[in-house]
């Protein structure tokens, strides 16, 4: 059987509107010739002792955990999960969650700032004709999945709320996913409604769930459009930073 591999996660580049102004990855970029004098020092080889005068390209990176297409630990939301027990951090997420059949959610049609419920989970499960299983990943397709880069990014898409995000933890899926900048909506519209209701709780309630049930997501995600409703599997291994809130991906979903 043809497998097919689609990429749903972003590059990690500069200059573009990814994060907001001061949490931006930072990239510089060293070339061929600019390796000369590590290869002298380390091997005591002159450029022309080399091929084509040259030695090695590399990267120097200064970055957040959360830059690009990241999977979140249960450590990030709060100190705490399961009702007490001390959160995981990424390098104890069990690899088992991450390597699991997904299902997507088409919440593209939900207005910007709109705080997804478990009905709307209900109802958009009811129309894929898929029943949640235990460990399946759940992937959200918002507005602000084609919007990556673009000044307009941070501020698009619907976001999680707490007996949305819930809905799903109960019936055992401990991975899912967005293509915005947040698991909640964006933080323009929440602090707005904390404004107006002087209710605190709005404050990432999607994240703060799992302060109840342990849970992981994944954020930045793209190309979701691109995939099924379900019938494809999500690989989403996270890179192992010690004690890290999270860990940066190369998500992919894997369609028979």
């Known amino acids: 059987m043809t497998k097919r591999f689609v990429d749903i996660s972003v590059p990690l580049q500069v200059g573009i509107k990814s994060d907001p102004p001061g949490l931006e990855p930072h990239i510089q970029y060293f070339g061929h010739k600019d390796g000369l004098h590590e290869v002298e020092a380390m091997m005591g080889l002159k450029p022309d002792q080399l091929p084509d005068g040259e030695a090695w390209a590399f990267e120097k990176v200064q970055m957040s955990t959360h830059n690009g297409t990241h999977l979140d630990a249960p450590w990030h939301y709060h100190s705490t999960m399961d009702g007490g027990r001390p959160s995981a951090t990424i390098d104890q997420i069990p690899l088992d969650w991450c390597f699991r059949p997904g299902v997507k959610l088409d919440f593209r049609g939900k207005p910007d700032g709109y705080v997804c419920t478990a009905t709307d989970v209900e109802t958009e499960l009811a129309r894929v004709g898929h029943e949640l299983r235990p460990l399946d990943i759940v992937l959200v397709n918002t507005a602000a999945g084609t919007r990556y880069g673009h000044d307009d990014y941070i501020g698009r898409g619907c976001g999680m709320g707490r007996e949305a995000t819930l809905y799903l933890l109960e019936r055992g899926v401990r991975v899912a ?80």
């Open 177 to 256: 996913g967005t293509d915005a900048w947040s698991w909640d909506a964006p933080f323009a519209f929440t602090r707005q409604r904390i404004a107006e209701t002087g209710n605190s709780a709005l404050f990432w309630e999607g994240h703060k769930a799992g302060r109840e049930i342990g849970y992981c997501h994944l954020e930045k995600l793209h190309n979701l459009e691109a995939l099924p409703d379900h019938g494809f599997t999500v690989c989403c291994f996270p890179v192992k930073v010690e004690r890290a809130s999270a860990g940066w991906t190369r998500a992919v979903a894997i369609v028979e």
